[in-house]
């Protein structure tokens, strides 16, 4: 028999508040995903999956780094996706320093994560960046995801790089 051994670091009720579960604007996001994120001493990725009318249908855990940065691989973003038979994606993450500007690490992980999205049919719709008291930015009202140019991956360049997102200076 297989035994595992659990620690538990932190347990909570999270109350997100009136949440539909359906994702109208980046706020929703930052809504919901703020209380899971809010007061940690380390970046924590996160994705979450939507269906094809943009509910809510899964939200996973991707990475939890360190001070300033988190790593993240394509693998380990798009499994949960392509497992929960997610129709886009939104990437969130948290800047321990509460400055949620995104660094030039967040921006070249994006567009990994952007064009692998491409390759599997799996759009990102947003990378949401949270900071501190409620502060938040988004990648598209940001029109940053805009400005991305989308090219085809191939699935050697996909997997064979781990990147990382944050850079913060504090």
Same mark, same amino acid.
């Given at each position: 028999?297989?035994?595992?051994?659990?620690?538990?670091?932190?347990?909570?009720?999270?109350?997100?508040?009136?949440?539909?579960?359906?994702?109208?604007?980046?706020?929703?996001?930052?809504?919901?995903?703020?209380?899971?994120?809010?007061?940690?001493?380390?970046?924590?990725?996160?994705?979450?999956?939507?269906?094809?009318?943009?509910?809510?249908?899964?939200?996973?855990?991707?990475?939890?780094?360190?001070?300033?940065?988190?790593?993240?691989?394509?693998?380990?973003?798009?499994?949960?996706?392509?497992?929960? &038979?997610?129709?886009?994606?939104?990437?969130?993450? &948290?800047?321990?320093?509460?400055?949620?500007?995104?660094?030039?690490?967040?921006?070249?992980?994006?567009?990994?994560?952007?064009?692998?999205?491409?390759?599997?049919?799996?759009?990102?719709?947003?990378?949401?960046?949270?900071?501190?008291?409620?502060?938040?930015?988004?990648?598209?009202?940001?029109?940053?995801?805009?400005?991305?140019?989308?090219?085809?991956?191939?699935?050697?360049?996909?997997?064979?790089?781990?990147?990382?997102?944050?850079?913060?200076?504090?």
């Amino acid at each position: 028999m297989i035994r595992y051994r659990i620690a538990l670091v932190r347990d909570e009720v999270v109350d997100a508040g009136p949440w539909d579960a359906h994702v109208r604007t980046s706020g929703d996001v930052a809504t919901f995903m703020m209380p899971l994120l809010s007061d940690l001493d380390r970046e924590v990725f996160w994705v979450l999956m939507l269906d094809a009318r943009h509910y809510v249908c899964g939200v996973h855990l991707v990475s939890v780094g360190s001070l300033t940065t988190a790593v993240v691989h394509p693998r380990e973003v798009f499994k949960a996706l392509v497992a929960s &038979n997610a129709a886009a994606a939104i990437l969130v993450h &948290n800047h321990p320093s509460g400055d949620p500007t995104p660094s030039a690490e967040d921006r070249a992980v994006t567009q990994r994560l952007r064009e692998a999205g491409d390759l599997l049919g799996i759009p990102v719709l947003d990378h949401i960046v949270l900071g501190e008291s409620g502060r938040y930015r988004s990648f598209a009202d940001d029109g940053i995801l805009r400005t991305m140019t989308s090219r085809r991956v191939s699935t050697t360049t996909a997997t064979s790089r781990t990147d990382s997102v944050g850079g913060n200076a504090e």
